[in-house]
């Protein structure tokens, strides 16, 4: 197999892959974070602040939810059709919630009535819940594994199938550590009273996303030991799980100083390196088989041809500095604290 620089263009592709996804998740995730604690804000010009600090971003976030996406199809077509096949459901339902939570937060300015904005208020926040929710459902599946027969076709039939109690935990962890990372973020944008009510919440995200971490954790290496296997295999490895850890321990000291925009950071880094450990615990594979081991899809048996890989490799290596130029620039424009205007309206 052709390789560039002493890699697999499959495995160059899966490096892709998760890249643009590490980076969906850690901007849209504190958007998602954001829309949890909504309703947690007792003051209608509490809310106005928090949607217009997440208002400027969260639209370009959601474009790296589809160059995901797209990446996704074209250089593993036959993973992206298991996997939609099997998480019909869970997709589906992210699929509305992105709709309403978009329009949530538009026709919430169209009425002046409260019983109007409350609706789209709940709306907005309960649709940002599910979202994080079931990002984490549909990787908890993905590393639990799905039952494949050898066309690596997914041969499940429950329709609720895809809440097993792993999957479940993930979806909370990662609903808990986008909560974290959402408020911290409108630390960075808010001041005042909002400003400090806003660190009571950080203090019981913190908490809640290290005890569902702790819980996942522990029932993954006591229920699924495969996903562990690797790093007994190479004990170097080892040193992820340590990051990860640091990473994570480093927020509630930094939060504890106040310095934020660190605690930024780290909350992204943590997002970043559990996607790591996930990439290791599944390479070569991308779908686990939960019946017969060479049943599961890896990224030999899933991916496009080599001359397609290199002609996306092409695209990506122009394609990339650009995504990556126009969020700089939107974040730049947008940088600091916000501001309601006395006319102003959301």
Same mark, same amino acid.
């Given at each position: 197999? &052709? !390789?560039? %620089?002493?890699?697999?263009? /499959? $495995? +160059?592709?899966?490096?892709? =892959?998760?890249?643009?996804?590490? *980076? ?23 809310? &106005? !602040?928090? %949607?217009?600090?997440?208002? /400027? $971003? +969260?639209?370009?976030?959601? =474009?790296?939810?589809?160059?995901? *996406? ?277």
């Amino acid at each position: 197999m &052709e !390789t560039f %620089l002493g890699l697999d263009y /499959p $495995t +160059w592709w899966f490096l892709v =892959v998760g890249g643009l996804f590490s *980076g969906y998740a850690i901007l849209d995730g504190f958007d998602f974070g954001a829309g949890a604690w909504h309703m947690f804000f007792r003051k209608n010009s509490s809310r &106005e !602040t928090a %949607l217009k600090a997440i208002d /400027p $971003t +969260w639209h370009g976030n959601e =474009v790296w939810l589809v160059i995901g *996406g797209g990446t996704l199809f074209a250089g593993f077509p036959v993973f992206y059709g298991t996997l939609f096949s099997a998480m019909y459901t869970p997709f589906i339902l992210f699929l509305l919630c992105i709709i309403f939570r978009g329009i949530s937060i538009k026709f919430r300015n169209m009425e002046d009535m409260s019983w109007w904005r409350k609706m789209w208020d709940w709306s907005y926040s309960i649709s940002s819940i599910m979202l994080a929710f079931l990002l984490g459902v549909v990787l908890g599946n993905i590393l639990n594994g799905m039952p494949l027969d050898n066309n690596y076709e997914y041969t499940g039939r429950g329709f609720f199938e895809f809440l097993n109690p792993f999957s479940v935990l993930v979806g909370v962890t990662s609903l808990a550590l986008f909560m974290m990372h959402g408020a911290i973020y409108l630390l960075l944008k808010t001041e005042g009273k909002l400003y400090d009510r806003i660190q009571s919440f950080l203090k019981w995200g913190m908490v809640f996303f290290i005890m569902s971490y702790l819980i996942t954790t522990v029932y993954g290496l006591t229920f699924l030991e495969h996903l562990s296997q690797v790093f007994k295999d190479n004990k170097a490895l080892f040193i992820v799980p340590l990051l990860v850890f640091l990473s994570i321990a480093n927020v509630p000291r930094l939060a504890s100083k106040k310095q934020y925009g660190w605690a930024f950071i780290f909350t992204s880094l943590t997002i970043a390196l559990l996607l790591v450990l996930v990439a290791f615990e599944l390479y070569p594979r991308l779908l686990l088989s939960s019946g017969v081991e060479k049943h599961s899809i890896t990224i030999y048996n899933a991916a496009a041809s080599t001359k397609t890989l290199k002609i996306m490799m092409g695209f990506v290596a122009v394609g990339g500095p650009l995504v990556l130029l126009y969020s700089y620039f939107v974040y730049r424009t947008f940088w600091g604290k916000v501001k309601l205007d006395s006319d102003e309206s959301y």
